[in-house]
């Protein structure tokens, strides 16, 4: 009987027992707000005992609130194992040889209807299986290095990973791709960055806002995508790749320290902040938009430097913040503070005792912009000039992220401050530009004629 009603409780449990809907049945559902008609997908024990969940023809999950359900009938019954096919990934001496490293998330997934969890499907079977367009790219090989979700990534895995990309190079792949959730995907980006330098091949980080269930999903898309750039891009950075538009027509390959995930759902989610991004992506081409990056040799050599000090924090300042929030840190051990300070680099006045103490004991303070872009100027005004003698550090254009790994990246190699603030301010893979372009500041503002008729007429 509990299988029957796998993870339904309450009033929805009471309303598949009084129509004797099952789990898993095809079933028709005649509610106040018309007929609905799917599969009954189980529901996990943490969610809501007042709704009832369908998978639709169109592939879409809805839930359906119990309260309005008139009536329902039980058409067919299907115990659904959706599996994606495994084939042997063949193997063709003519291509490049790609690593993919997975570390969490669905870029590549099948949907469990017997518990409702989405599995990744990550072996190389697995993967030729759910993206057959694979084997025309390259020759791939995958590893699972952790199965976590991207809020769950930090140092500890940065490090591994970082040490994994270093020896895959050391044995001659010709590129590597790295499957990750994407909330956290940035700041992974940025940390590998700084702790894998000069590089001979291409590092493409890449996920998917929408899971490989759904049938807008983006993962196989943006797969695709990463493993042309890995496998045929002149370009040798840390990058992260997904999709450009939301439309399916192409992928950006975006500097892994001047990234961000900027809306919470829309397949287009990144951007690149303060630049333009490195590239165009699609199935069959590479196009570069910018000419200034590191390019692929055909050597082994690169300089993997995987450290990180974890007691590191990051502060948005919003107003009247007090100063107990940075006494905090201090008292609680933390080694550098990145502070996200409003317009060109400020905070309140009753925040500089505080300030005053982390000078005293060395902790090193910097200060970015929340704004995200532009630069930090704390000369142009008497609380940024305060602020610099009390010690805190203008961190140029960087954003407020990048600044937060890489203090965490320089404080693992060194406690002096003047080393640490020296590898702070030293450019690291365009993580500090001298100057943002005239278009890497492009926010199009709804409802404005010419950005409307843009939108109608250009792109969506």
């Given at each position: 009987m509990i299988d029957m009603f796998k993870g339904y409780r309450g009033r929805a449990l009471e309303v598949l027992k009084k129509f004797n809907i099952r789990v898993w049945s095809e079933s028709i559902l005649q509610t106040t707000r018309g007929e609905f008609s799917g599969i009954i997908l189980p529901r996990s024990e943490n969610d809501d005992d007042y709704h009832i969940v369908l998978k639709l023809s169109t592939g879409y999950n809805i839930g359906i609130d119990v309260n309005t359900i008139l009536s329902a009938q039980e058409v067919g019954y299907r115990e659904a194992h959706y599996?994606?096919?495994?084939?042997?990934?063949?193997?063709?001496?003519?291509?490049?040889?790609?690593?993919?490293?997975?570390?969490?998330?669905?870029?590549?997934?099948?949907?469990?209807?017997?518990?409702?969890?989405?599995?990744?499907?990550?072996?190389?079977?697995?993967?030729?299986?759910?993206?057959?367009?694979?084997?025309?790219?390259?020759?791939?090989?995958?590893?699972?290095?952790?199965?976590?979700?991207s809020e769950n990534m930090g140092p500890k895995e940065y490090i591994t990973l970082a040490k994994a990309i270093g020896k895959e190079i050391e044995k001659g792949v010709d590129g590597i791709v790295i499957g990750h959730g994407t909330d956290t995907l940035h700041h992974t980006a940025a940390a590998l960055s700084f702790m894998i330098q000069n590089s001979p091949v291409p590092i493409v980080l890449v996920g998917s806002q929408r899971s490989s269930d759904r049938p807008s999903s983006d993962a196989a898309l943006n797969l695709i995508h990463a493993v042309t750039a890995a496998s045929r891009a002149d370009i040798a950075e840390v990058m992260v790749c997904m999709f450009g538009p939301t439309s399916d027509e192409y992928g950006l390959l975006h500097q892994g320290t001047r990234v961000r995930k900027m809306h919470s759902s829309y397949r287009s989610t990144f951007r690149t902040i303060g630049d333009i991004p490195l590239a165009i992506v699609t199935r069959d081409a590479i196009t570069p938009l910018k000419d200034h990056y590191n390019r692929r040799?055909?050597?082994?050599?690169?300089?993997?430097?995987?450290?990180?000090?974890?007691?590191?924090?990051?502060?948005?300042?919003?107003?009247?913040?007090?100063?107990?929030?940075?006494?905090?840190?201090?008292?609680?051990?933390?080694?550098?503070?990145?502070?996200?300070?409003?317009?060109?680099?400020?905070?309140?006045?009753?925040?500089?005792?505080?300030?005053?103490?982390?000078?005293?004991?060395?902790?090193?303070?910097?200060?970015?912009?929340q704004t995200l872009w532009g630069y930090v100027h704390m000369f142009v005004y008497d609380t940024g000039r305060d602020l610099m003698s009390y010690g805190v550090v203008p961190a140029e254009n960087m954003l407020p992220e990048v600044a937060y790994i890489k203090l965490g990246w320089a404080l693992g190699q060194t406690n002096k401050i003047e080393e640490v603030k020296e590898l702070m301010l030293t450019p690291i893979s365009n993580d500090i530009t001298e100057k943002e372009p005239y278009n890497g500041y492009l926010i199009y503002q709804g409802g404005i004629p010419e950005v409307e008729e843009f939108i109608r007429k250009v792109h969506k």
């Open positions: 599996k994606i096919p495994e084939k042997d990934f063949p193997f063709d001496e003519g291509k490049p040889r790609v690593k993919l490293l997975g570390t969490g998330g669905t870029i590549a997934s099948r949907l469990d209807y017997r518990t409702g969890a989405v599995i990744p499907a990550f072996s190389p079977g697995e993967l030729y299986g759910a993206v057959p367009e694979l084997a025309d790219i390259c020759n791939l090989e995958t590893e699972k290095l952790f199965a976590v979700f040799r055909m050597d082994k050599q690169v300089e993997i430097r995987p450290y990180f000090e974890e007691k590191v924090a990051m502060l948005y300042y919003y107003p009247n913040m007090q100063p107990d929030m940075i006494y905090s840190l201090i008292d609680a051990g933390y080694k550098g503070i990145v502070i996200a300070g409003t317009g060109l680099g400020h905070v309140n006045k009753p925040l500089y005792p505080a300030i005053r103490k982390c000078a005293e004991l060395e902790i090193p303070v910097f200060m970015t912009v």
